[in-house]
């Protein structure tokens, strides 16, 4: 018996309900693990639906046409001749599954459904589906009719259980499950299961993959076998960027992974492993005692089909795939890379003619631009390495040059399909950032729009005064708290609105072919959306936001940019002091994001990461943050943490959480966010929270922080 076995995993850039296309690439995913003589190939959770269907999920239809899909990809010869881990939702006895379905030669061997669901953070997985609550037990499961007449039979073994083939013995786990304390390899492992293949939906978050990555490595490490991990790449349809990293692990070795970012709609990654090196890293006595102590036994479906082969034996020039260093990016090419192709799938698949983004001079439009300029050099490399898909793209959105004509660079690339557009005001936009906006859009390529709103905000204004009798002033012309937000919000609004003018006419008025129109990003970072720090209907409302759940990260990657982009315009945007220019300049006074906030941006992100993270309350918060930040502690060489006394401590944490509760109604509205952070503050489904709170000033857990403050301050006088 042959002991060399060749196995496949990838990745795939699949998208909800997208019944054909998905259908094709996993398709063409057995193919290319075919080709390169893998025996099993394994593919992302419910890639034949796409994992981000959602309610989706709850349909009928879903369910009939995921079977549609299946039957499509068992009766195609191409997918003969080859163990197939295929992953799709299925209705069992009136219940929701998410299942692996094991196939081999157009028939189906088992399916296994999905024991412990994620449901947490954005996953919702228990609103649609029903987990399997009956550890290593098997019942039958009656085919569809569709089904009946390919298998030759009316039902298949359903529930946990594995597949044994004359050489070796396969069983499968899904996603979150590897991650629980009692994940299923682990009973079997000890049940003699030597291959584990893993199906997921894990989507993008900055510096994520090294913990999946080490929890993967992990599993083999400790219980030996070969581990194929598989996940979708790409976004589907919503927030998340699934950012694919397909791998294979032998004993906790990575010998083989997948790129983590890729335009590639299909990645297949393969290696050839030898059984035998399984088998002597289990020869343990501690482990074979816990082995054969062990009452979890599993059901094994039996099949002839062999994995390995004698004749692989033989062939001198076929040897066991040699580990490689697990690969990592930086948290800056993690920005670049995944907001990059996150933009490029978002844009291709929507149908418009291009991005449009209002410039304002500042570090946050800037790192939008900065992005999109990214996306156009992953397009530009990815045309260079012949990729048809984007080829085809480019060809269909990029029309300014004519039918069928490649952009040749990733400025050319970026002018046909990246708009730009400053809005000033005579009185507040200094000239300074006037001119970091051109330079900017000079140097990416963008086509920019340079224009000034003080007509129409002057006859906005007029609107008042002429009804009201009323004539609001800015603070610094004496007005007050409530007139000098009138007319910031004012401007604001106004800029909103003209983006969406220009967003609309501008591939018309450029003359493009056919016309259409362009989607408009938003700049609003993470801390300003945690403060409140935005004008609700504002230019942060926008179609989309590569950057609304990355924060302190953005100058990293602007400062990373800069040298790798060759943009040295980037440094003034670095050195600048971050301000919204709604307020009027003059020789004493020039408008500061921190100032106004009452927090600098760093407080910010410790803010968000203590209270959706560490889950502490304003009051545990002041616990937490009065040690962290005393000027008293004991200071380590990394520890760059502001110096505050306790009073100022109580005063930052009451700021912020008075501020999050008055300006969450603005979370309702906030513009979709690419998926970065594990503190995001994103109402739809990350961070379900009230928006009309009490007020915090009268709240118990502000009066507990005075009480709290009280007795530190006794305590420290007596010292």
């Given amino acids: 018996m042959g ?366 631009a900065t992005i999109v300029y990214s996306m156009c050099r992953i397009v530009m490399e990815a045309i260079k390495k012949g990729n048809t898909q984007v080829i085809e793209d480019v060809k269909r959105i990029a029309r300014y040059k004519g039918e069928g004509v490649l952009p040749e660079t990733p400025q050319e690339l970026c002018n046909q399909i990246f708009s730009t557009i400053y809005m000033g005001m005579k009185a507040q936009s200094s000239r300074e950032t006037r001119q970091r906006a051109k330079d900017l859009a000079e140097a990416i390529g963008s086509y920019h729009v340079n224009l000034d709103i003080d007509d129409i905000y002057n006859a906005q204004k007029a609107l008042v005064v002429s009804t009201l009798n009323f004539e609001p002033k800015f603070k610094v012309h004496g007005g007050s708290q409530q007139e000098n937000l009138t007319l910031q919000c004012l401007q604001a609004r106004i800029r909103m609105v003209t983006a969406y003018e220009f967003g609309q006419i501008l591939p018309t008025a450029r003359n493009r072919p056919g016309g259409g129109s362009l989607l408009i990003l938003g700049s609003a970072n993470v801390g300003e959306s945690l403060r409140g720090y935005l004008t609700k209907y504002d230019c942060s409302s926008a179609d989309i936001n590569p950057i609304g759940s990355i924060d302190t990260d953005l100058k990293l990657f602007i400062a990373w940019a800069e040298k790798n982009f060759d943009l040295p315009c980037l440094h003034d945007f670095l050195t600048a002091t971050p301000t919204a220019e709604l307020e009027p300049l003059t020789e004493t006074y020039v408008q500061s994001d921190e100032a106004d906030m009452g927090m600098t941006y760093a407080e910010l992100t410790i803010f968000g990461r203590l209270r959706k993270e560490n889950k502490l309350g304003p009051f545990a918060m002041f616990q937490r943050l009065v040690h962290d930040w005393s000027a008293d502690r004991i200071k380590g060489p990394d520890d760059k943490a502001p110096e505050y006394t306790p009073a100022q401590v109580a005063e930052k944490v009451k700021r912020f959480f008075h501020f999050y509760a008055i300006n969450r109604h603005k979370m309702t509205t906030l513009t979709p966010a690419l998926h970065c952070n594990p503190y995001s503050p994103d109402d739809n489904r990350f961070d379900l929270r009230p928006f009309l709170y009490p007020p915090f000033w009268k709240s118990w857990s502000f009066k507990k922080i005075d009480w709290e403050l009280e007795k530190i301050e006794k305590r420290t006088k007596k010292k």
């Fill in 3 to 368: 002991h060399l076995v060749t196995v496949a995993t990838c990745s795939l850039n699949q998208w909800a309900l997208d019944w054909e296309g998905n259908a094709q690439r996993i398709i063409e995913s057995i193919q290319k693990a075919k080709a390169a003589g893998a025996r099993l190939r394994v593919g992302p959770e419910l890639e034949i639906c796409g994992y981000g269907c959602l309610d989706h999920l709850m349909e009928q239809d879903l369910y009939l046409h995921s079977l549609e899909m299946l039957r499509r990809i068992l009766l195609d010869q191409s997918c003969h001749g080859i163990l197939l881990d295929i992953g799709m939702p299925i209705q069992h006895r009136n219940q929701r599954f998410n299942c692996r379905v094991i196939c081999l030669n157009s028939k189906i061997l088992m399916i296994r459904p999905k024991m412990w669901l994620a449901n947490d953070g954005n996953y919702r997985e228990m609103r649609f589906f029903t987990p399997w609550m009956h550890p290593r037990e098997v019942e039958d499961y009656h085919l569809p009719r569709i089904l009946q007449e390919i298998q030759g039979a009316t039902h298949v073994p359903f529930g946990d259980a594995v597949i044994s083939t004359p050489d070796t013995c396969m069983g499968a786990e899904t996603c979150e499950e590897l991650f629980t304390p009692a994940a299923p390899h682990i009973p079997m492992s000890l049940d003699g299961v030597e291959i584990i293949t893993n199906s997921s939906g894990s989507h993008f978050e900055l510096q994520k993959l090294e913990t999946r990555l080490q929890l993967i490595m992990e599993a083999t490490r400790k219980c030996g076998g070969v581990y194929l991990y598989a996940n979708q790449q790409g976004c589907d349809g919503d927030r998340l960027y699934y950012d694919g990293s397909a791998m294979i692990i032998v004993n906790g070795d990575i010998v083989a992974q997948g790129s983590q970012f890729s335009l590639d709609d299909v990645d297949v990654v393969t290696a050839t492993v030898d059984l035998e090196e399984v088998r002597a890293y289990r020869s343990a006595i501690s482990r074979g005692l816990q082995a054969a102590s062990s009452s979890a036994k599993y059901r094994r479906v039996q099949t002839t089909f062999e994995l390995s082969s004698e004749e692989d034996d033989f062939d001198i020039g076929k040897r066991p795939s040699p580990p490689i260093k697990p690969q990592y990016h930086t948290v800056e090419e993690e920005v670049s890379l995944s907001a990059g192709c996150y933009l490029w799938d978002y844009l291709r698949r929507s149908g418009v003619a291009g991005y449009l983004v209002p410039l304002s001079g500042g570090i946050d439009s800037c790192a939008t």
